[in-house]
């Protein structure tokens, strides 16, 4: 059949045909597949519309971000610039500045210096067993404090020690016990915090298993005496109370203080803690001063990172601390102006300078949604329903032109009302239908883009939509504050990924766009092209599926590129979109109706499947605000399709040539 491709000026032969146009497209009497498809996705798109009601609500009141600063920083930076605490804290305030961080010194740190404290070894007054002796100076402001709180800790009776008005408090516990525990709280960081009108930041030291109803005494006398607390998360390698993070839980709930969601925490009992303390959750995103130093993160990509985990991540509190500035004249005017400068660049993305609170602690919290499962259910058979007509139609018929059965689309409502029902009732189901659901989307979604060669623009729209559609879906059944707040995360993004290559290369042998069916590949000996091409496909999936999860493994010039495009764009699309799934699209179309490469096309098929997973997938990210996400698909589209063109272009008008002169020499 001859073929025209008007919008690139070509006109050749293929001898397999896609379209023709003398087959009807719809039937007279009774609507086709294609007509039941749109009303199909007209009625995933409303259901899904009104089970995302609640989380687009969520999303439009969740818009307060807070920068803090640690005490202990601050502290250094004032002493530097000569100017107490409070008045480094009212200059930072006024730049932005919305909390500050104290929290308590161990053994370790007041062996080491710091704290108002001195530790040192004695024997205990009663039995003579070693003990440790805590010396508060009584010139400290917060002395008398110090001392109850010590008194709290230890369960003894402060005395006093010299004459000078020094307190002393005996810990009936060796000193070498006490090295990793929290032993008393940074009262001078907790004042200058309340002085300066800041909400407070507080890190709960660990202790060992028989100091925790103590330290758990301490941690609620802290709460009582400074109301300015609104946050509370463990610090060190090990929570407080792990493995039983209930104490700590229930003592939070009972004062109404919030725990810090901690992005990528690899503490021991984090995760246990935060389920304990929903719906009390605030994230919260930090980056080490070593970890700054061990991936070579400069100040721009740091303000960058912090910028994307509370527009992308929906990250409410953003923990910034100094670099190191040994050039800079004064390190905390240089401090100030970052903090100025991060809190415009937030200010710019829609989000607002203030104390945020846990995003769904003052509001009802809502299940999945009736409509959302109906949805995906629907989604699912549809999609399930096209692609077996499609593995049964004989291959000179487009199942999506056939007329549709009245009985299918009975059987088709039937089971979509049975499986919605199954879905918005049983956890498991609901799983195991949003896995196959994405799967089974980016497999229709990716067949619909590339069913018509002749038409590239239109079958790319076609399928950009029904994968939105599709992804819009599975985000309405899992946009419950569990799954936003990544208490639970989604279990098919690894099988959108796996499955729809394979039933897509299924899928073209039986077909025969390949030019082999499945069992005439088996029945003959292997090509040494073909087993290159299968370890190149193995190679790259595991690829792939390896950094689906692990963002810090990415060549330097891929994070630029990243870094590049999210300075302009804003949302920045993703790579497996604009690099490998639209550009192979339009390159697969291209081949076609030039007549190029008729056994390598199916690498171009499976790289566009590849793209339209990472469409549906984006759409799982359900901590990322529903309307960043459309922006980012837009911007994947028309960007990817830009590439596409020039890669078209480039192929046409360079690699084509320059291939045949090779050949011409060769002969």
Same mark, same amino acid.
């Given at each position: 059949?001859?073929?025209?491709?008007?919008?690139?000026?070509?006109?050749?032969?293929?001898?397999?045909?896609?379209?023709?146009?003398?087959?009807?497209?719809?039937?007279?009497?009774?609507?086709?597949?294609?007509?039941?498809? $749109?009303?199909?996705?007209?009625?995933?798109?409303?259901?899904? &519309? $009104?089970?995302?009601?609640?989380?687009?609500?969520?999303?439009?009141?969740?818009?307060?971000?807070?920068?803090?600063?640690?005490?202990?920083?601050?502290?250094?930076?004032?002493?530097?610039?000569?100017?107490?605490?409070?008045?480094?804290?009212? @200059?930072?305030?006024?730049?932005?500045?919305?909390?500050?961080?104290?929290?308590?010194?161990?053994?370790?740190?007041?062996?080491?210096?710091?704290?108002?404290?001195?530790?040192? *070894?004695?024997?205990?007054?009663?039995?003579?067993?070693?003990?440790?002796?805590?010396?508060? *100076? &009584?010139?400290?402001?917060?002395?008398?404090?110090?001392?109850? !709180?010590?008194?709290?800790?230890?369960?003894?009776? #402060?005395?006093?020690?010299?004459?000078?008005?020094?307190? &002393?408090?005996?810990?009936?516990?060796?000193?070498?016990?006490?090295?990793?525990?929290?032993?008393? #709280?940074? @009262?001078?960081?907790?004042?200058?915090?309340? %002085?300066?009108?800041? #909400?407070?930041?507080?890190?709960?030291?660990?202790?060992?298993?028989?100091?925790?109803?103590?330290?758990?005494?301490?941690?609620?006398?802290? +709460?009582?005496?400074?109301?300015?607390?609104?946050?509370?998360?463990?610090?060190?390698?090990?929570?407080?109370?792990?493995?039983?993070?209930?104490? @700590?839980?229930?003592?939070?709930?009972?004062?109404?203080?919030?725990?810090?969601?901690?992005?990528?925490?690899?503490?021991?009992?984090?995760?246990?803690?935060?389920?304990?303390?929903?719906?009390?959750?605030? #994230?919260?995103?930090?980056?080490?001063?070593? %970890?700054?130093?061990?991936?070579?993160?400069?100040?721009?990509?740091?303000?960058?990172?912090?910028?994307?985990?509370?527009?992308?991540?929906?990250?409410?509190?953003?923990?910034?601390?100094?670099?190191?500035?040994?050039?800079?004249?004064?390190?905390?005017?240089?401090?100030?102006?970052?903090?100025?400068?991060?809190?415009?660049?937030?200010?710019?993305?829609?989000?607002?300078?203030?104390?945020?609170?846990?995003?769904?602690?003052?509001?009802?919290?809502?299940?999945?949604?009736?409509?959302?499962?109906?949805?995906?259910?629907?989604?699912?058979?549809?999609? @399930?329903?096209?692609?077996?007509?499609?593995?049964?139609?004989?291959?000179?018929?487009?199942?999506?032109?056939?007329?549709?059965?009245?009985?299918?689309?009975?059987?088709?409502?039937?089971?979509?009302?049975?499986?919605?029902?199954?879905?918005?009732?049983?956890?498991?189901?609901?799983?195991?239908?949003?896995?196959?659901?994405?799967?089974?989307?980016?497999? %229709?979604?990716?067949?619909?883009?590339?069913?018509?060669?002749?038409?590239?623009?239109?079958?790319?729209?076609?399928?950009?939509?029904?994968?939105?559609?599709?992804?819009?879906?599975?985000?309405?059944?899992?946009?419950?504050?569990?799954?936003?707040?990544?208490?639970?995360?989604?279990?098919?993004?690894?099988?959108?990924?796996?499955?729809?290559?394979?039933?897509?290369?299924?899928?073209?042998?039986?077909?025969?766009?390949?030019?082999?069916?499945?069992?005439?590949?088996?029945?003959?000996?292997?090509?040494?092209?073909?087993?290159?091409?299968?370890?190149?496909?193995?190679?790259?999936? &595991?690829?792939?599926?390896?950094?689906?999860?692990?963002?810090?493994?990415? *060549?330097?010039?891929?994070?630029?590129?990243?870094?590049?495009?999210?300075?302009?764009?804003?949302?920045?699309?993703?790579?497996?979109?604009?690099?490998?799934?639209?550009?192979?699209?339009?390159?697969?179309?291209?081949?076609?109706?030039?007549? !190029?490469? *008729?056994?390598?096309?199916?690498?171009?098929?499976?790289?566009?499947?590849?793209?339209?997973?990472?469409?549906?997938?984006?759409?799982?990210?359900?901590?990322?605000?529903?309307?960043?996400?459309?922006?980012?698909?837009?911007?994947?589209?028309?960007?990817?399709?830009? +590439?596409?063109?020039?890669?078209?272009?480039?192929?046409?008008?360079?690699?084509?040539?320059?291939?045949?002169?090779?050949?011409?020499?060769?002969?």
């Amino acid at each position: 059949m001859k073929l025209s491709f008007s919008g690139w000026g070509l006109s050749l032969s293929e001898d397999r045909p896609f379209i023709s146009e003398d087959r009807p497209f719809i039937s007279e009497d009774r609507p086709s597949m294609r007509a039941f498809a $749109i009303f199909v996705s007209m009625a995933v798109l409303l259901c899904a &519309g $009104i089970g995302l009601i609640p989380r687009l609500r969520a999303e439009k009141e969740n818009r307060s971000v807070a920068i803090v600063a640690d005490c202990r920083d601050i502290a250094t930076l004032a002493q530097g610039a000569g100017l107490s605490t409070v008045e480094a804290l009212g @200059l930072l305030k006024e730049k932005g500045l919305g909390g500050l961080m104290a929290g308590e010194f161990s053994g370790e740190d007041i062996l080491s210096g710091l704290g108002p404290v001195e530790m040192r *070894p004695t024997t205990s007054r009663s039995g003579g067993s070693q003990a440790t002796l805590f010396s508060v *100076p &009584g010139g400290f402001p917060h002395a008398a404090r110090l001392a109850r !709180l010590l008194s709290v800790r230890t369960g003894t009776v #402060p005395f006093v020690l010299s004459s000078s008005g020094d307190i &002393g408090v005996v810990y009936p516990a060796p000193m070498d016990a006490l090295r990793k525990s929290g032993l008393i #709280p940074d @009262l001078d960081g907790l004042n200058a915090g309340a %002085e300066a009108g800041l #909400p407070m930041f507080y890190r709960v030291a660990p202790a060992q298993t028989w100091q925790l109803q103590r330290s758990l005494a301490v941690t609620k006398s802290i +709460l009582s005496d400074y109301p300015g607390i609104s946050l509370v998360a463990p610090s060190g390698e090990i929570a407080l109370g792990y493995p039983d993070l209930e104490p @700590l839980a229930s003592l939070l709930r009972e004062r109404g203080v919030p725990a810090a969601m901690i992005e990528f925490s690899r503490q021991l009992g984090a995760s246990a803690l935060n389920r304990l303390s929903f719906p009390g959750l605030v #994230p919260l995103h930090s980056v080490t001063n070593e %970890e700054l130093l061990a991936r070579n993160i400069d100040r721009v990509a740091l303000h960058e990172r912090l910028v994307r985990a509370a527009v992308e991540r929906s990250v409410r509190v953003l923990l910034l601390r100094p670099g190191v500035s040994g050039n800079v004249e004064s390190p905390l005017e240089a401090f100030a102006g970052e903090i100025e400068n991060l809190a415009s660049a937030l200010k710019a993305r829609g989000l607002r300078a203030e104390w945020p609170g846990a995003p769904f602690a003052d509001r009802p919290v809502w299940d999945r949604s009736v409509f959302a499962a109906l949805a995906c259910s629907m989604t699912l058979l549809f999609s @399930l329903m096209h692609f077996l007509k499609r593995m049964t139609a004989p291959i000179e018929r487009i199942p999506l032109n056939e007329p549709i059965r009245r009985t299918e689309a009975v059987v088709f409502v039937v089971l979509s009302c049975l499986a919605g029902v199954a879905v918005w009732k049983v956890g498991a189901v609901a799983r195991l239908i949003g896995a196959l659901t994405a799967a089974f989307v980016v497999v %229709e979604a990716a067949l619909l883009a590339m069913d018509d060669p002749a038409r590239p623009w239109r079958s790319l729209a076609t399928g950009f939509l029904f994968a939105i559609v599709g992804g819009l879906s599975v985000a309405a059944l899992f946009s419950d504050p569990v799954y936003m707040l990544r208490l639970r995360t989604f279990s098919g993004v690894k099988l959108t990924l796996m499955l729809p290559p394979v039933l897509v290369a299924l899928h073209d042998m039986r077909r025969r766009i390949h030019p082999e069916s499945l069992s005439s590949l088996l029945s003959r000996p292997p090509l040494f092209g073909e087993l290159a091409l299968v370890l190149f496909l193995v190679a790259l999936m &595991g690829v792939i599926l390896f950094r689906s999860d692990n963002v810090q493994f990415i *060549p330097g010039i891929e994070a630029k590129i990243r870094h590049a495009l999210e300075r302009v764009l804003v949302a920045r699309p993703r790579n497996r979109e604009v690099f490998i799934g639209y550009p192979s699209l339009l390159l697969y179309a291209f081949a076609v109706r030039t007549g !190029l490469w *008729p056994r390598g096309r199916e690498l171009l098929r499976l790289g566009t499947t590849t793209g339209f997973a990472s469409v549906v997938n984006s759409f799982c990210h359900y901590h990322t605000p529903l309307l960043f996400i459309l922006l980012r698909e837009f911007h994947g589209l028309w960007t990817g399709a830009l +590439l596409g063109v020039v890669a078209v272009f480039a192929v046409r008008t360079v690699v084509r040539p320059a291939w045949r002169r090779l050949r011409f020499i060769a002969e």
